[in-house]
């Protein structure tokens, strides 16, 4: 594990997590290059910021689910790739059903250079605790759709409270929402602001030699 970094299901008791990189269940239909074991790593900072948004969620009867959190360089390089191979059908309904993949970037769904691979950035949900039922959100994660917007119009009443309560979770937490994904957020204050790690998400992590690209400002 590079050093500053934590897997975060092991200094946040009780948080639930689905790697979806790292399983079938993506927009690339396939785990992606990087995410070798179903889990999510963040920065100490991260992690801290997350356990206030944990124990405030807690207090109204809510959970976090995490979907993704640092993510290797490795893996957007291959989403960039996958963004320009042939059509395939295959997760177009589910995760791009009103654009072409090669719009993705354009329209700001998939990134050259990501916050998630600052360590700095983390995709979540909200479950409830007494039936562990994931709140609705009015679209499922990355759907890359203007319906995941936050201000999305095309969703219920119910749905556009749930997604503002994330919104008041963690921006009291330390993050800052992005306007075109509802379960995406960044850190205000990033330790890592301008460099781009690459060391893969393993359960081996110190036979790797951690890889980063520094960024000037």
Request: glycine share 8%; with cysteine.
């Amino acid at each position: 594990m590079e050093k500053g970094f934590v897997f975060l299901d092991e200094v946040l008791p009780g948080i639930r997590w689905d790697a979806k990189y790292a399983t079938w269940d993506n927009f690339t239909g396939k785990p992606v290059d990087g995410y070798e074991v179903n889990r999510i790593v963040g920065t100490h900072a991260l992690a801290s910021a997350l356990h206030a948004a944990q124990e405030q969620a807690a207090d109204l009867g809510y959970g976090l689910l995490l979907w993704d959190g640092y993510r290797p360089q490795r893996a957007v390089d291959r989403f960039l790739q996958w963004s320009e191979e042939p059509e395939d059908g295959l997760t177009k309904s589910k995760h791009y059903p009103n654009i072409n993949r090669t719009d993705m970037i354009k329209k700001g769904y998939v990134a050259t250079q990501s916050s998630h691979s600052r360590g700095s950035a983390i995709d979540l949900t909200l479950y409830r605790l007494d039936t562990g039922a994931l709140v609705p959100m009015g679209g499922d994660f990355d759907l890359m759709d203007v319906i995941s917007h936050h201000e999305a119009k095309e969703i219920g009443e119910a749905e556009a409270r749930n997604r503002r309560l994330l919104r008041s979770i963690m921006e009291s937490s330390g993050f800052i929402a992005y306007e075109c994904e509802w379960w995406h957020y960044r850190l205000k204050t990033e330790p890592y602001p301008h460099t781009y790690f690459d060391f893969p998400i393993t359960w081996d992590s110190e036979k790797y030699l951690p890889i980063n690209r520094q960024i000037a400002k």
